[in-house]
């Protein structure tokens, strides 16, 4: 019977371990970013500027289910179109332009109202796994005595960050695939309420974690499996939370910017650091929280770039930086809960829980934050 548990264990521990591999390998790949929509009125013509990746929509990848275009059944299609030229891009998107209309609908007054292509942007060369940006510009009439407009975006599109342009309290949403913006006054008035904005950007900030935060999610789950006990976990949640939250606030105003190249080698470097730490220590270290803290400053700064490309609605900064917050706290704390339900209540108490679990995870992990922050210095 010992035999048996101790070659079961040894089982668990190694699906453990290889469950973790397999949630880290798609962050080395083509991340998906949001488009992000600029809403006009200009010469009497709705003017509506996309900042989207025409790769993706050109390979026909489901935006909607996919955080990393190497999960997709058509990356192979959407890598060979990331090594062509900007202007072979961007002649491609031009061509297949009524496909990609087929979902985006913009209706005027109630009325159905054609769009067209009138410019495409593509970055000549791609970057090697980094989602090149095209700015594509369409337009399209706008009738005497118009007042409103709603913006409909296809389903598999995924997220659409919506921002009115030169008009006051101008209307900024976020609509995901298949989904249809509200009536926008082309006079202005269109700016949500504080508990509007709030609850909109709460999704925002969980998505950034489950399931698109993979290096954040490791972090936590460094955190959980050094120790069990509610105090000691406790203890470093609220420092991670307490320092991500100050960073993220003077991020987001601008205040302090730090370069991705920077950030991004050291928030991995922090993965390997809780990794390490959980196998050489026999539970938590009086300075681990500050360590901890000091860390959580860094991934403020990572977080403060993601709601950089959502952008924040003038006048409702505070409700906005508030709901994403809150839900990255959601996030973490599912994946908190999600581990515990998985692991820590059925393992946590045996004796070998330690050896055969939590160090084997902790070393795995370790080793995936390693790789990241070679990757990120040298690639």
């Known amino acids: 019977m010992r035999q048996f548990l101790y070659s079961l264990n040894q089982k668990l521990a190694a699906l453990a371990v290889l469950s973790t591999f397999l949630l880290a390998n798609p962050l080395a790949a083509h991340e998906l970013n949001p488009t992000i929509a600029d809403l006009s009125v200009e010469n009497g013509q709705v003017q509506l500027n996309l900042r989207l990746n025409a790769e993706a929509f050109l390979a026909g990848i489901d935006l909607d289910t996919l955080e990393d275009t190497d999960?997709?059944?058509?990356?192979?299609?959407y890598d060979v179109l990331q090594a062509q030229l900007g202007s072979e891009v961007a002649t491609a998107f031009t061509s297949?332009?009524?496909?990609?209309?087929s979902g985006l609908t913009l209706s005027i007054d109630g009325a159905d109202t054609a769009l067209s292509l009138t410019d495409i942007q593509t970055p000549e060369v791609s970057i090697p796994d980094v989602a090149r940006l095209s700015l594509a510009s369409f337009t399209a009439p706008m009738p005497q005595g118009a007042e409103a407009l709603t913006l409909a975006w296809g389903a598999g599109y995924g997220d659409l960050v919506l921002r009115q342009q030169g008009v006051e309290e101008p209307f900024?949403?976020?609509?995901?695939?298949?989904?249809?913006?509200?009536?926008?006054?082309?006079?202005?008035?269109?700016a949500q309420t504080g508990w509007q904005v709030f609850a909109s950007?709460?999704?925002?900030?969980?998505?950034?974690?489950?399931?698109?935060?993979?290096?954040?999610?490791?972090?936590?789950?460094?955190?959980?499996?050094?120790?069990?006990k509610m105090g000691a976990l406790l203890w470093q949640v609220s420092a991670f939370t307490l320092a991500h939250t100050v960073t993220l606030a003077l991020g987001a105003l601008g205040l302090v910017t730090v370069p991705g190249s920077i950030v991004e080698p050291i928030i991995a470097a922090s993965i390997v650091y809780v990794g390490v730490e959980n196998i050489l220590s026999k539970g938590i270290s009086r300075w681990r929280p500050f360590v901890v803290f000091a860390f959580?400053?860094?991934?403020?700064?990572?977080?403060?770039?993601?709601?950089?490309?959502f952008g924040l609605p003038e006048g409702q900064f505070i409700p906005a930086l508030i709901g994403f917050n809150i839900g990255v706290e959601i996030g973490q704390l599912t994946?908190?809960?999600i581990a515990f339900l998985?692991?820590?209540?059925?393992?946590?108490?045996?004796?070998?829980?330690r050896k055969f679990i939590a160090n084997p995870v902790s070393a795995a992990i370790a080793l995936i934050g390693l790789y990241w922050c070679i990757e990120r210095v040298f690639f």
Not at 96 to 101: C, G, K
Not at 345 to 353: A, E, I, M, S, T
């Open 335 to 337: 994946v908190i809960a």
């Open 172 to 190: 900024t949403g976020i609509l995901k695939g298949g989904g249809t913006s509200p009536s926008i006054s082309f006079s202005g008035g269109n």
């Open 342 to 353: 998985l692991v820590g209540l059925w393992f946590g108490k045996k004796p070998w829980y």
């Open 71 to 77: 999960e997709a059944s058509e990356a192979e299609r």
């Open 201 to 228: 950007y709460i999704p925002v900030g969980f998505d950034h974690i489950l399931p698109k935060g993979l290096d954040h999610i490791l972090f936590v789950l460094g955190l959980f499996f050094l120790s069990l």
């Open 296 to 309: 959580g400053l860094l991934h403020g700064l990572g977080f403060a770039s993601v709601l950089g490309d």
């Open 96 to 101: 297949n332009i009524s496909d990609f209309l």
